[in-house]
Protein backbone atom coordinates (compact mmCIF):
# COMPACT_ATOMS: atom_id res chain seq x y z
CA UNK A 1 0.00 0.00 0.00
CA UNK A 2 1.52 2.98 -1.00
CA UNK A 3 1.80 6.28 1.51
CA UNK A 4 -1.15 8.66 0.43
CA UNK A 5 -0.94 12.40 1.42
CA UNK A 6 -3.26 11.88 4.34
CA UNK A 7 -0.28 9.52 5.69
CA UNK A 8 2.34 11.29 4.90
CA UNK A 9 0.73 14.13 6.16
CA UNK A 10 0.73 11.71 9.97
CA UNK A 11 4.44 11.11 9.15
CA UNK A 12 5.68 14.74 8.55
CA UNK A 13 4.02 15.38 11.79
CA UNK A 14 5.51 12.55 13.88
CA UNK A 15 7.47 14.04 16.38
CA UNK A 16 10.62 11.96 18.15
CA UNK A 17 11.90 14.90 20.31
CA UNK A 18 8.92 14.33 23.55
CA UNK A 19 9.04 11.94 25.24
CA UNK A 20 9.47 11.29 29.03
CA UNK A 21 12.83 10.52 30.02
CA UNK A 22 13.62 6.36 30.40
CA UNK A 23 13.00 4.55 33.39
CA UNK A 24 15.28 1.61 35.14
CA UNK A 25 13.11 -0.53 36.74
CA UNK A 26 12.06 1.03 40.62
CA UNK A 27 11.75 4.43 39.24
CA UNK A 28 15.49 5.45 38.91
CA UNK A 29 15.19 8.21 36.37
CA UNK A 30 17.75 7.88 33.11
CA UNK A 31 18.70 11.82 33.44
CA UNK A 32 21.75 11.15 32.62
CA UNK A 33 21.42 10.29 28.85
CA UNK A 34 22.75 12.94 26.44
CA UNK A 35 20.57 13.33 24.01
CA UNK A 36 21.40 13.94 20.40
CA UNK A 37 18.41 15.05 18.24
CA UNK A 38 18.03 15.48 13.97
CA UNK A 39 15.15 15.89 12.69
CA UNK A 40 14.61 14.15 9.48
CA UNK A 41 12.51 11.88 7.25
CA UNK A 42 14.13 8.60 5.99
CA UNK A 43 13.57 7.21 2.21
CA UNK A 44 15.28 3.85 2.17
CA UNK A 45 16.26 1.24 5.30
CA UNK A 46 20.04 1.00 6.11
CA UNK A 47 20.97 -2.59 6.50
CA UNK A 48 21.08 -4.49 3.28
CA UNK A 49 21.42 -8.55 3.29
CA UNK A 50 24.94 -9.63 2.01
CA UNK A 51 24.29 -12.96 1.46
CA UNK A 52 21.29 -15.39 1.07
CA UNK A 53 19.39 -16.91 4.31
CA UNK A 54 21.45 -19.25 5.84
CA UNK A 55 20.12 -20.78 9.90
CA UNK A 56 23.15 -23.34 11.28
CA UNK A 57 20.41 -24.17 14.26
CA UNK A 58 16.91 -23.32 15.96
CA UNK A 59 17.57 -20.21 17.86
CA UNK A 60 15.35 -17.69 19.73
CA UNK A 61 14.95 -14.10 21.82
CA UNK A 62 12.44 -12.78 22.78
CA UNK A 63 11.40 -8.92 23.35
CA UNK A 64 8.02 -7.31 24.46
CA UNK A 65 6.10 -10.48 25.75
CA UNK A 66 6.83 -12.09 21.87
CA UNK A 67 9.25 -14.72 20.68
CA UNK A 68 11.42 -14.92 18.10
CA UNK A 69 12.94 -17.37 15.71
CA UNK A 70 16.17 -17.25 14.52
CA UNK A 71 15.60 -16.41 9.80
CA UNK A 72 18.38 -15.58 9.21
CA UNK A 73 22.40 -14.96 10.03
CA UNK A 74 25.11 -13.90 7.63
CA UNK A 75 28.54 -11.91 8.42
CA UNK A 76 29.57 -9.21 6.21
CA UNK A 77 32.46 -9.21 3.88
CA UNK A 78 35.96 -7.65 5.12
CA UNK A 79 36.08 -5.05 2.27
CA UNK A 80 32.07 -4.09 3.01
CA UNK A 81 31.33 -1.03 4.89
CA UNK A 82 30.65 -2.76 8.03
CA UNK A 83 33.41 -5.61 8.02
CA UNK A 84 32.96 -8.68 10.38
CA UNK A 85 29.93 -7.65 11.55
CA UNK A 86 27.48 -10.75 12.38
CA UNK A 87 24.00 -10.77 11.99
CA UNK A 88 20.90 -12.54 13.03
CA UNK A 89 17.55 -11.59 12.62
CA UNK A 90 14.92 -13.39 14.16
CA UNK A 91 11.05 -13.32 13.30
CA UNK A 92 7.55 -14.26 14.32
CA UNK A 93 6.04 -17.53 13.72
CA UNK A 94 4.32 -17.44 10.51
CA UNK A 95 5.84 -14.28 9.25
CA UNK A 96 8.82 -13.92 6.30
CA UNK A 97 11.79 -11.95 5.33
CA UNK A 98 9.63 -10.41 2.96
CA UNK A 99 6.97 -9.67 5.08
CA UNK A 100 7.33 -9.35 8.36
CA UNK A 101 5.37 -6.73 10.73
CA UNK A 102 7.76 -6.85 13.83
CA UNK A 103 11.72 -8.24 13.83
CA UNK A 104 14.75 -8.54 16.05
CA UNK A 105 17.94 -8.49 15.21
CA UNK A 106 21.55 -8.76 16.84
CA UNK A 107 24.86 -7.64 15.13
CA UNK A 108 28.35 -7.85 16.60
CA UNK A 109 31.48 -6.09 16.13
CA UNK A 110 34.20 -8.20 17.45
CA UNK A 111 37.10 -5.47 16.72
CA UNK A 112 34.83 -2.37 17.57
CA UNK A 113 35.56 -1.24 21.49
CA UNK A 114 33.26 1.66 21.92
CA UNK A 115 29.11 1.53 21.15
CA UNK A 116 29.36 4.72 20.08
CA UNK A 117 31.13 4.33 17.19
CA UNK A 118 28.58 1.49 16.10
CA UNK A 119 25.33 3.81 16.55
CA UNK A 120 27.67 6.79 14.71
CA UNK A 121 27.95 4.80 11.61
CA UNK A 122 24.01 3.64 11.83
CA UNK A 123 23.52 7.24 11.97
CA UNK A 124 25.58 8.39 9.70
CA UNK A 125 24.84 5.68 6.83
CA UNK A 126 20.59 6.94 7.64
CA UNK A 127 21.69 10.39 6.73
CA UNK A 128 23.63 9.52 3.29
CA UNK A 129 20.73 7.57 2.56
CA UNK A 130 17.85 10.52 3.35
CA UNK A 131 19.09 14.01 5.40
CA UNK A 132 15.54 14.25 6.71
CA UNK A 133 14.90 11.42 8.28
CA UNK A 134 13.81 11.41 12.32
CA UNK A 135 15.83 9.93 14.70
CA UNK A 136 17.05 10.24 18.07
CA UNK A 137 20.32 9.45 20.07
CA UNK A 138 20.93 8.60 23.34
CA UNK A 139 24.28 7.74 25.49
CA UNK A 140 23.77 6.10 28.95
CA UNK A 141 26.79 8.00 30.76
CA UNK A 142 26.97 5.42 33.28
CA UNK A 143 27.46 2.44 31.09
CA UNK A 144 28.12 3.78 28.20
CA UNK A 145 25.23 1.86 26.32
CA UNK A 146 24.09 3.76 23.17
CA UNK A 147 20.55 3.67 22.16
CA UNK A 148 19.25 5.09 18.44
CA UNK A 149 15.45 4.98 17.01
CA UNK A 150 14.55 6.19 13.88
CA UNK A 151 11.60 6.49 11.62
CA UNK A 152 11.97 5.37 7.67
CA UNK A 153 9.57 4.61 4.52
CA UNK A 154 10.78 2.58 1.97
CA UNK A 155 11.88 3.83 -1.35
CA UNK A 156 8.46 2.71 -2.75
CA UNK A 157 6.50 4.32 -0.22
CA UNK A 158 5.01 0.70 0.21
CA UNK A 159 5.66 0.89 3.94
CA UNK A 160 6.84 2.81 7.01
CA UNK A 161 9.23 1.01 9.70
CA UNK A 162 10.18 2.22 13.36
CA UNK A 163 13.60 0.85 14.55
CA UNK A 164 15.33 0.77 17.58
CA UNK A 165 19.40 0.12 18.44
CA UNK A 166 20.52 -0.53 21.37
CA UNK A 167 24.39 -0.53 21.43
CA UNK A 168 26.72 -1.95 23.98
CA UNK A 169 30.18 -3.31 24.97
CA UNK A 170 30.54 -7.09 25.61
CA UNK A 171 31.91 -8.09 28.58
CA UNK A 172 34.78 -10.26 26.22
CA UNK A 173 35.52 -7.43 23.90
CA UNK A 174 33.56 -5.97 21.11
CA UNK A 175 30.69 -3.96 20.91
CA UNK A 176 26.98 -5.90 20.10
CA UNK A 177 23.64 -4.30 18.65
CA UNK A 178 20.14 -5.49 19.20
CA UNK A 179 17.34 -4.00 17.34
CA UNK A 180 13.34 -4.05 17.38
CA UNK A 181 11.36 -2.41 14.41
CA UNK A 182 8.32 -2.43 13.38
CA UNK A 183 6.65 -2.31 9.76
CA UNK A 184 3.04 -1.03 8.38
CA UNK A 185 2.31 -1.85 5.01
CA UNK A 186 -1.30 -0.20 5.48
CA UNK A 187 -3.70 1.78 7.47
CA UNK A 188 -0.36 3.80 7.68
CA UNK A 189 -1.71 6.66 8.65
CA UNK A 190 -3.25 4.92 11.97
CA UNK A 191 0.62 3.40 12.58
CA UNK A 192 2.27 6.74 12.77
CA UNK A 193 -0.58 8.24 14.87
CA UNK A 194 -0.11 5.62 17.07
CA UNK A 195 3.20 5.39 17.76
CA UNK A 196 4.16 8.40 19.93
CA UNK A 197 3.32 6.05 23.06
CA UNK A 198 3.94 2.62 21.51
CA UNK A 199 7.53 4.36 21.00
CA UNK A 200 8.20 5.53 24.84
CA UNK A 201 6.78 2.15 25.80
CA UNK A 202 9.69 0.27 23.32
CA UNK A 203 12.49 2.60 24.39
CA UNK A 204 11.83 1.90 27.83
CA UNK A 205 12.11 -2.42 27.40
CA UNK A 206 14.68 -1.92 25.04
CA UNK A 207 16.59 -0.04 27.45
CA UNK A 208 15.67 -2.06 30.45
CA UNK A 209 16.07 -5.54 29.51
CA UNK A 210 16.47 -5.35 25.65
CA UNK A 211 16.27 -8.66 23.80
CA UNK A 212 16.32 -12.33 25.89
CA UNK A 213 17.85 -15.20 25.18
CA UNK A 214 15.36 -18.28 24.50
CA UNK A 215 11.81 -18.62 24.46
Not at 47 to 56: G, M, N
Not at 91 to 116: C, F, H, I, N, Q
Not at 142 to 160: C, I, K, Q, W
Not at 175 to 183: D, G, K, M, T
Amino acid sequence: MKIDDHSQGALNAFNPFVIPSIREPGGSSKMKYKIIVCAVMIAVGIVARSEEPAVKQQEFVRFDGKTFALAWEGKNPAESANPDEIVKEYLLDGEKLESWTKLASTREYPKVKDPMVIASKLLETLKKQSPQAPNRLTKNQETGEVMLDYMSAAPDNSFVEFDIYRCRARAGGGVVAQEYALRAYKDIATFIKGLAPERVRLLQTMATTGLQQGK
